[in-house]
Structure formats: structure tokens, C-alpha cells
């Protein structure tokens, strides 16, 4: 008994001693930054924050990211889903490599993914002569962030839904496989209702992702304010021109945006539970 008290006294301190250092983790790391964004952001009036976030290469910026974000999320679900399909429902040689292959943004740094496409496409390239006789400008322009953006977060997707598929199996596809039904069918009325939340998941963090990459884009983008400058890069120019509250104020927007997402994922996942 005497025992049974001591180890229910130990595991209460171990407990809250826990909920207090992540509490506390996340007041320091998180809570207090995004105060300070919000501060600074309104540090000069409201008048100065609205006309931050109005002016024109902020506009700019956020549509640049918003075009780069929508296309790399749309073109990575259809991948996620071709990926995750492939990786599941068919055996073939150099599966493991293919998947292993998926997750290679995860142990490259995006600084060294642009470096990649730079080599690939920008001067000095095998590709220089043709994107010349072509008239295509891929590295310092638009298509180069939206390619690095399409590296960095292609995993995402495809990594939510691979052990979902899995998990499900092939027997109901194949059964009605057998009794007609066309593969677009399969797809429609089986695999895509028992994936649907890790679908959508992995598009929330993908879009997440997205809008928020800075290192590979850094290195493609060439810095051409009003041209290639997603707000992340439209951020650190301001800052590093001392406008410090315009700086903030632009970054309240991704603030705002992630506060959203988070929303989304948390909702996602209830219904996930709720369901599952």
C-alpha cells in the first residue's frame, strides 16, 4: 500500500513536471515570438500596419506565394496519390528504392535543393543552350520557385497516405476488380472514403510548407523585388532595410495564415478520430 502511494505521489510530479516544462517550452518558443510579431506589427498604428500590408510589393509577394502555393499543393496531391497507389498496390523491383526516394527532401537542406535547380537550369547548365533557343527562363524567375517549392514539399501528401493505403489493403479492390468495376471506380468509391482525412492532412501541410519555404526559393528567386519575392523573402529584405514594423507587419500575414492552417489540421484530426 505504503508503495502503491509513493509511486502514485512519484507519477503525479513526474506528471505536471512534464506539463510544466512543455508549457513552458512552448510559451518561450512560440507564444511570446508571435506576441512580438503582433506588437511590432501594430508598433506605428494601425494606419502604417494596413499600409504595410497593402503596399505594392507586398501584394506582389503574396501573390507570388499564393500562385506558388496552389500549384505545388494541387500538383503533389495528384503525385501523393499516384506515389502512394504505386508503393502500395503493386510489387515490383526497386520498390524500396522508389520509396526511399520519396522522402529525399527530408534529408536535403532546401538551401542545397535550390543549389540543385541552379546547376540544373541557371548559366553554365545542360539546359542552357535549349531554355535559350526556347526563350524559357527558369532559374531567377517564377518557374524556378515554383519547382523548388515543388521539391521541398512533395513528400507530404504522399507520406500521410502511404500507410493508410497500406493499412487498408488490396482485398476490397480486388474484389470488385472482379466484379466489373473500372479503376477510377475503385479509386472513387473504396480507396479515396478510407483515405479521405490523411488526404487532407497531407494537403494541409503541404500548403503549410509551401508558403512558408525560404531556403530553396532564397537560392532560385534571385531576390527581383516585385518579381520573384515570396512574402518569406519580401520579409527579410524589409528587415534587413530596418523596416522593422513593415517587416512584422507582412509577417502577421503568415502568422494569421498559420493560425488558420492550425485550425484546419487540429478539426481534420478530430474528425479523423471521430470517425476512425
Known sequence: MAKTLINKGENKFVKYGLIAISALFLILMLIIPLISIISEALAKGVNAYVKAISEGYTMKAMNLTFVTTIIATVVNTIFGICIAWTLTKFKFKGKNLLGALVDLPFAISPVIAGLIFVLTFGRGSLFEDILKQTDIKIVFATPGIILATLFVT???????????????????????????ASGFQIFRKITLPNIKWGLIYGVILCTARAMGEFGAVSVVSGHIRGKTNTLPLHIEILYNEYQFSAAFGV??????????????????????????
Do not use: C, H, Y
Open 154 to 180: 512533395f513528400p507530404f501528401v504522399a507520406r500521410e497516405i502511404i500507410p493508410l493505403m497500406n493499412a487498408q489493403g488490396t482485398d476490397e479492390e480486388e474484389a470488385a476488380a472482379m466484379m466489373g
Open 251 to 276: 509577417a502577421s500575414i503568415l502568422v494569421i495564415i498559420a493560425i488558420i492552417i492550425l485550425i484546419l489540421r487540429n478539426i481534420v484530426e478530430w474528425k479523423s478520430k471521430k470517425e476512425g
